[in-house]
């Protein structure tokens, strides 16, 4: 997912670009809002921290970039594109080292395992919607 602060800056074209150029095949992907409710759902997972309702916040701010990608070991090797979940611990050339400001606003989510990725694929996505 590319968050509300990579689609407000214009970085989609070339977060994409960086995915895609990494072997990710993308197979389904929408322009989209989370609601409050959406976002709540979405991040139910860490509602008792002190930050959820300032990450609720944040997600629900702007539009969104959803995307189901594929390739071999995907979720390992989208974790090492993206980088750090802190943009200053990122490696250089990772998509949060040249795209996100903070920890707090880091331009994009990715799927901690594989279960989770099922789960947050159809979350956003119907069937009929995955090629």
Known sequence: MLKPDAVENG????ILEKITGAGFKIAAMKYT????????????VHNERPFFGELVSFMTRGPIVAAILEKDNAVEDFRALIGATNPAEAAEGTIRKLFAKDIGENAVHGS???E?????GAFHFAGREIY
């Open 112 to 114: 901690d395992s594989d």
């Open 33 to 44: 809002q989370l609601s409050k409710r959406d976002a709540e759902a979405f991040y139910a």
């Open 11 to 14: 970085h989609i074209g070339a």
């Open 116 to 120: 989770n990725a099922a789960i947050e």
